[in-house]
T-cell receptor, first 114, second 115 residues
Framework: LAKTTQPISMDSYEGQEVNITCSHNNIATNDYITWYQQFPSQGPRFIIQGYKTKVTNEVASLFIPADRKSSTLSLPRVSLSDTAVYYCLVGDGHSGAGSYQLTFGKGTKLSVIP | DTAVSQTPKYLVTQMGNDKSIKCEQNLGHDTMYWYKQDSKKFLKIMFSYNNKELIINETVPNRFSPKSPDKAHLNLHINSLELGDSAVYFC??????????????FGPGTRLTVL
């Protein structure tokens, strides 16, 4: 399981676009990149997943450069309700016990300011 | 209609006790997981389990054991509770094994406090 590095925290004003970057220099060929969102006192919630280039859904976009050593989660026009912790997870579908050492990391705490 | 449910939501107990947390999913998924989130907010996977394979994080003490009576349930048993076991425990499920590549659905969590 690839180790990921994200900023610990970010602040943004309402209505702005927010980009959160995750570094994963040792990503493997079969690894996917997945982002989760977690609100206080709740379990994480899946946001988006990608393998390469760009993926977009109704809530976010995920940009992945050609070398796949990083990825950027883009949240368009954030609102106060987007205040949460965002986790980047990189791995494949065949994780063995040894890969469970690193999981969701610390995530990025996004604070949206009125 | 809750997809993944856990009981209890809060659990307060004394050191040395044995306790269980129950998890049920109604999504028809074939893989379930247990996670531990400590006070620093690290979310660490403890187990993944489907009807074919139990994968254990080797850092998890053997006082923790998952038990699955059927495909929709994965309970977590903890023996001889210690102070360091205090955390929020999340159950999750996915269709397909491999927690990093398959969308997971998480339960609301169980906050365990060991006194």
């Amino acid at each position: 399981l690839a180790k990921t590095t994200q900023p610990i925290s970010m602040d943004s004003y309402e209505g702005q676009e927010v980009n959160i970057t995750c570094s994963h220099n040792n990503i493997a060929t079969n690894d996917y990149i997945t982002w989760y969102q977690q609100f206080p006192s709740q379990g994480p919630r899946f946001i988006i997943q990608g393998y390469k280039t760009k993926v977009t859904n109704e809530v976010a976009s995920l940009f992945i450069p050609a070398d796949r050593k990083s990825s950027t989660l883009s949240l368009p026009r954030v609102s106060l309700s987007d205040t949460a912790v965002y986790y980047c997870l990189v791995g494949d579908g065949h994780s063995g016990a040894g890969s469970y050492q690193l999981t969701f990391g610390k995530g990025t705490k996004l604070s949206v300011i009125p | 209609d809750t997809a993944v449910s856990q009981t209890p939501k809060y659990l307060v107990t004394q050191m040395g006790n044995d306790k269980s947390i129950k998890c049920e999913q109604n999504l028809g998924h074939d893989t379930m997981y247990w996670y531990k989130q400590d006070s620093k907010k690290f979310l660490k996977i403890m187990f993944s389990y489907n009807n074919k394979e139990l994968i254990i994080n080797e850092t998890v003490p053997n006082r923790f054991s998952p038990k699955s009576p059927d495909k929709a349930h994965l309970n977590l048993h903890i023996n001889s509770l210690e102070l360091g076991d205090s955390a929020v425990y999340f159950c999750a499920s996915s269709q397909g094994a491999g927690f990093a590549a398959n969308e997971q659905f998480f339960g609301p969590g169980t906050r365990l406090t060991v006194l």
